[in-house]
């Protein structure tokens, strides 16, 4: 066994649920030793950077109940085993309420890497429409707000923007656009 290594023995789900399952595994880690690894796994996820034709972005506020705060965020969503940019432009459509004409995907990501084995895939959306009121009433977003990218820049300095996937897919969006923070 190469020194970076693992073994997978077995590996069994200990709980299921529609978004999520864990799963354990017994394994030989890299150092030879016998153990268990738990995981959360997920279906792949979408992650949608809509981009306004004044070159804004637009972030929804919904409130986070695991972290009990108001978050400004990225639309997104599972994919709930469809196909990712059909996923990517429903999650767009609920959260915002806007389609869009133009679609690229940017990338992809993991999600938390140590105890899961998600997947975040990114799209860029342009030519946006707004087709409808924004958010599903389970979804809890209280707003959708177009801002320049220095408001965004800084929004990340202050600490307003706090979620890793949104801050994740905004430095792919970045990069894209030829933009540096």
């Given at each position: 066994?190469?020194?970076?290594?693992?073994?997978?023995?077995?590996?069994?789900?200990?709980?299921?649920?529609?978004?999520?399952?864990?799963?354990?595994?017994?394994?030989?880690?890299?150092?030879?030793?016998?153990?268990?690894?738990?995981?959360?796994?997920?279906?792949?996820?979408?992650?949608?950077?809509?981009?306004?034709?004044?070159?804004?972005?637009?972030?929804?506020?919904?409130?986070?109940?695991?972290?009990?705060?108001?978050?400004?965020?990225?639309?997104?969503?599972?994919?709930?085993?469809?196909?990712?940019?059909?996923?990517?432009?429903?999650?767009?459509?609920?959260?915002?309420?806007?389609?869009?004409?133009?679609?690229?995907?940017?990338?992809?990501?993991?999600?938390?890497?140590?105890?899961?084995?998600?997947?975040?895939?990114?799209?860029?959306?342009?030519?946006?429409?707004?087709?409808?009121?924004?958010?599903?009433?389970?979804?809890?977003?209280?707003?959708?707000?177009?801002?320049?990218?220095?408001?965004?820049?800084?929004?990340?300095?202050?600490?307003?923007?706090?979620?890793?996937?949104?801050?994740s897919a905004l430095m792919l969006g970045f990069m894209h656009l030829g933009l540096r923070l």
């Open positions: 066994m190469s020194k970076y290594n693992w073994k997978k023995i077995s590996t069994r789900k200990t709980y299921i649920h529609s978004r999520f399952n864990i799963i354990e595994d017994r394994v030989i880690r890299p150092d030879g030793a016998k153990g268990i690894y738990n995981f959360v796994s997920v279906m792949p996820a979408v992650i949608v950077l809509p981009v306004t034709d004044k070159k804004e972005i637009m972030l929804i506020r919904q409130y986070r109940y695991p972290v009990r705060k108001y978050s400004w965020e990225l639309p997104g969503g599972s994919s709930d085993g469809k196909a990712l940019l059909p996923a990517a432009k429903r999650e767009l459509w609920e959260e915002t309420g806007y389609e869009a004409a133009q679609w690229n995907k940017l990338g992809s990501f993991q999600m938390l890497g140590g105890i899961s084995n998600g997947v975040e895939h990114v799209y860029i959306a342009r030519k946006l429409k707004k087709v409808k009121q924004a958010g599903l009433p389970d979804e809890a977003i209280v707003a959708v707000r177009a801002f320049n990218l220095k408001t965004i820049a800084q929004m990340i300095r202050d600490k307003k923007i706090r979620d890793a996937q949104t801050i």
